[in-house]
Nanobody
Framework: QVQLVESGGGSVQAGGSLRLSCVAS????????MGWYRQAPGKQRELVAS???????TYADSVKGRFTISRDNAKNTVYLQMNSLKPEDTAVYYC??????????????WGQGTQVTVSS
């Protein structure tokens, strides 16, 4: 059974930094794209950043220059380094990964989410 487990969330003051990690496990044959999404109260879930297996990245305009996504394919892990955090970055952050299991088609999986709170 596939699991995506996030860690690294917490509370920081504006201008601070946090590093999120997400480890995928459970019979995985291959992982294609991985990404981070966030959902603030009363708002829709939005893409924060994504990275392909070969390292090509995309970012939401609101986080460009402040956040960096990276991954370690050997560890099935994706990271999100968040610097210069702003109160508007407050949200639950979710990890997502396109995963293929043995004898199964590609499927998108989600983590359980980790809270990030930025105070002014």
């Amino acid at each position: 059974q596939v699991q995506l487990v996030e860690s690294g969330g917490g509370s920081v003051q504006a201008g601070g930094s946090l590093r999120l990690s997400c480890v995928a496990s459970g019979g995985i044959v291959n992982i294609n794209g991985m990404g981070w999404y966030r959902q603030a109260p009363g708002k829709q879930r939005e893409l924060v950043a994504s990275i392909t297996r070969y390292g090509t990245t995309t970012y939401a305009d609101s986080v460009k220059g402040r956040f960096t996504i990276s991954r370690d394919n050997a560890k099935n892990t994706v990271y999100l380094q968040m610097n210069s955090l702003k109160p508007e970055d407050t949200a639950v952050y979710y990890c997502s990964a396109m995963i293929r299991l043995n004898l199964s088609p590609w499927r998108n999986y989600w983590g359980q989410g980790t809270q990030v709170t930025v105070s002014s």
